[in-house]
């Protein structure tokens, strides 16, 4: 137990220095890199018994950040990396395969945040009013490049609450020279009559194509409905995950709050959810680094990447 | 007189296309006469140009297949479009008939009678003149004249054949039907009652005439099991998609068992042609399921997969383990892990609405009640099977607690559900479930509703079939079902003298996959969607 309690702080500690270091980083990013720093100090003796430590290890990670990106990560590392030969007779060969796959995966995967921006920002014309919700790095990195393609666009960006980081992504937002405007979550309806398009990231994809993202998403998709406006949603593979709520109250209560209130608080009917779901009929295409795919084209996706 | 023809092209083309917006019905004196004049035509075409515009002899030669009344034409509209040119005839009279019929002057409006006595020697005469032009032109390997034989049958394979049951109204299709069982010595069954004009293209039977009572005893065609399961069907004693298949294998297991290879016979060939008039016999009693097609498709082959060298006893005792295996792994374990995923999706508290009964919805509530979910159901039934009193019977004894209401109260019991569980008997390739008739009715309100819809479906349903609506290909069944006796009186019971009056007694109907939020399949949990790509995939394995 000793040893185990000891693996895990380390890992932690591990993992809470890359997202330091690195804070544009995906956290799935992150726990894929402590996942593979883990790999390779692992002193197992079996296959089975590495794959069973690398399963513990993401569960672990889940508990100090509880977003779905980090659970799907972890299981497309894992497959990804099992998902070639491993007949050689010897260990140590075999996790250096692995360990090899785990760096193509890193690459792959750091490279997926481009892809999309550069599939999303063609979607963006030249005027065009755009509305997105609270902090979200892709979108910053569409509009980033967006920027740079010499477009002029405006963005109204939600303050969304309780922890109001809308406005830190209308302060790098300002940096960019893109004229940006707060506005409360109560006013998505009011504003989205002036809008052309609205645009927001996901923390999870799940198998139905809707998506899991920050509170406040299935509001501003069911108003860009009766609007009529499109709702692009932008997410890097490593995000879609095997689940499949039927509504809000069916995704899992390990993803509905943060990590610090899913140890601390007994009582989790009295806390407030941080994320909702978003169902596949809103929603008029996802943006992904395998593609531009409506929400139908999700599941096919999945099959492939997980069966 | 043959420029005219291609000169007036153009004014003929006017016509076509006013005569297509005025959609006339074609009759069928119109339809014969359609086909002479565009034998004319052909005529004419071919001897003035022989060997150029093999298009359009080659779209002529295509235009046959109309005359059938229902066949899937893959021709673009303007294909179709000449063959209403003569329509607009009667009403107008000649000039625009005689542009297309070079044979006659521009003189008042020909008489059709002169027309075909005139050119039927001729006519007979250019045929055969164009058979030796083909022959020879085949044999110097020239690929002009066998370019306008080539646009016909490369079209040919792409205009699919209906299949025979859904074709009743062409009588073309029944001769050949009957033709065909009285060379396999099967009765056949004749259809009983008024149709209703909209499914007049599919067969309907009466129970109380069961193909049976046409059958000789003993039987020396059909095996005695196959006549009973005949009979089962027939009387509604074997219902459910799952326990027909199963039946099924069942009769076809006891066969193989009583089979006995006739002398210069081999096995694998012999015993599937022992198997066609069995087959078409239960399809006379009943029409097959699309899991029972699919069955069928799996014995066949692997009959003929039985390699020659087999000794018989071995040989059988290898078909009788793939039918066990194909049962088991298809219906009963794929059984548990549909309840598997299921159960994941029933939480405590819920309130669950199922429809008639459907034999894999009743195995996944009763796995989730063993399982301590807390949850109560709601039985919707319907006439006139009243199916769901038999899923009623199964939940209540197992001690979960159930409320029953018929369809009619269907929206007053919606609000207080959480969850709709629906069986399926097959699953389009178009993503649309084909179910008992009602479900579609259920999944619309609930749709309405915003309660979320899961169709639990086994790998083994699924079919190539396409279909949008209910009318294309369905099951009728008994309309005298439709009668109800109350307090001693019997509603409609003389039905039969109303000319007027058709009851309809429909078995299935297709739900779209927008009402279906989920489908449970033991691959997993998937969209409606995203059927095609399980069968791909399926496909790709075998």
Known sequence: MLVEDKKQTEQKKYFRTQMRTDPDMASAVAAIRTLLEFLRRDKGETILGLRESLKWATDCLTRVDSSVAVSSGGELFLRFISLTSLEHQDLARCKKVMEERGELFLEKISLSRTKVAKLCHTFIKDGAKILTHSYSRVVLRVLEKAAAEKKRFTVYVTESQPDTAGRQMAEALRRLGVPVTVVLDAAVGYVLEKVDLVIVGAEGVVESGGIINKIGTYQMAVCSKAHNKPFYVVAESFKFVRLYPLNQQDVPDRFKYKADTLNNVSELSKEHPVIDYTPPSLITLLFTDLGVLTPSAVSDELIKLYL | ?542
Request: hydrophobic share 35%; charged share 25%; net charge positive.
């Open chain 2, 1 to 542: 007189m043959a420029d005219c023809g291609e000169a007036n092209g153009p004014e003929r083309k006017n016509e076509i296309v006013r005569a297509k917006n005025e959609e006339k019905e074609l009759t069928k004196e119109e339809k014969q006469r359609l086909r002479k004049e565009k034998k004319q035509q052909k005529k004419q075409k071919e001897k003035k140009d022989d060997k150029g515009s093999s298009e359009k002899s080659g779209r002529e030669k295509t235009l046959d297949p109309l005359s059938a009344s229902q066949v899937l034409s893959t021709q673009s509209p303007t294909q179709k479009v000449p063959a209403s040119a003569p329509i607009p005839v009667p009403p107008s009279g000649a000039p625009s008939h005689s542009s297309g019929a070079p044979s006659h002057s521009s003189s008042g409006a020909p008489s059709p009678a002169d027309k075909p006595a005139k050119s039927k020697a001729e006519l007979k005469a250019e045929r055969r003149a164009r058979q030796e032009a083909d022959r020879a032109s085949k044999q110097q390997g020239s690929s002009s004249s066998s370019k306008t034989k080539a646009p016909a049958s490369d079209l040919n394979p792409v205009v699919k054949r209906l299949p025979e049951h859904v074709q009743v109204d062409d009588p073309a299709v029944v001769k050949r039907l009957a033709k065909k069982l009285e060379r396999q010595q099967i009765p056949l069954r004749s259809d009983y009652g008024y149709k209703v004009s909209l499914f007049s293209h599919l067969h309907q039977y009466s129970r109380k005439a069961p193909l049976t009572q046409l059958l000789s005893i003993p039987s020396s065609v059909i095996h005695p099991s196959i006549v009973r399961l005949g009979l089962q069907y027939s009387q509604g004693i074997v219902t459910g998609s799952n326990a027909r298949s199963v039946a099924l294998l069942h009769a076809f297991k006891q066969v193989i068992m009583d089979y006995s290879t006739p002398p210069n016979e081999e096995l694998s060939r012999d015993l599937v042609n022992k198997l066609k008039p069995y087959i078409s016999f239960l399809n006379q009693c009943r029409p097959l399921s699309a899991s029972m097609g699919n069955a069928i498709k799996y014995i066949k082959k692997e009959i003929s997969n039985i390699p020659s060298q087999y000794k018989e006893e071995e040989a059988k005792t290898k078909l009788l383990e793939c039918i066990d295996k194909y049962i088991d792994e298809k219906v009963v374990l794929a059984a548990k892990a549909i309840s598997k995923y299921a159960i994941e999706k029933i939480s405590d508290g819920d309130v669950i609405l199922v429809y008639g009964c459907s034999s894999l919805v009743n195995h996944i509530l009763c796995e989730a009640f063993d399982k301590n979910r807390k949850f109560r159901v709601i039985v919707v039934d319907s006439r006139p099977r009243l199916e769901g009193r038999e899923a009623l019977r199964r939940l209540v004894q197992i001690g979960i607690s159930c409320t029953y209401v018929l369809i009619s109260a269907l929206s007053y019991v919606l609000p207080e559900v959480s969850k709709v569980f629906l069986g399926a008997h097959a699953l389009l390739a178009n993503g649309y479930v084909m179910s008992r008739v009602g479900t579609s009715q259920i999944a619309l309100v609930a749709r309405a509703f915003n309660v979320p819809v899961l169709v639990c479906c086994e790998t083994y349903k699924f079919c190539e079939r396409v279909q949008t609506d209910s009318f294309v290909s369905n099951e009728l069944d008994d309309p005298d079902e439709l009668m109800v006796t109350r307090k001693g009186k019997t509603q409609l019971e003389d039905w039969h003298d109303l000319s007027t009056l058709g009851l309809l007694n429909l078995v299935y109907d297709v739900t779209p996959p927008d009402f279906v939020d989920l489908v449970i399949t033991d691959l997993g949990m998937i969209p409606c969607t995203s059927v095609p790509v399980v069968l791909r995939v399926k496909n790709v394995d075998q």
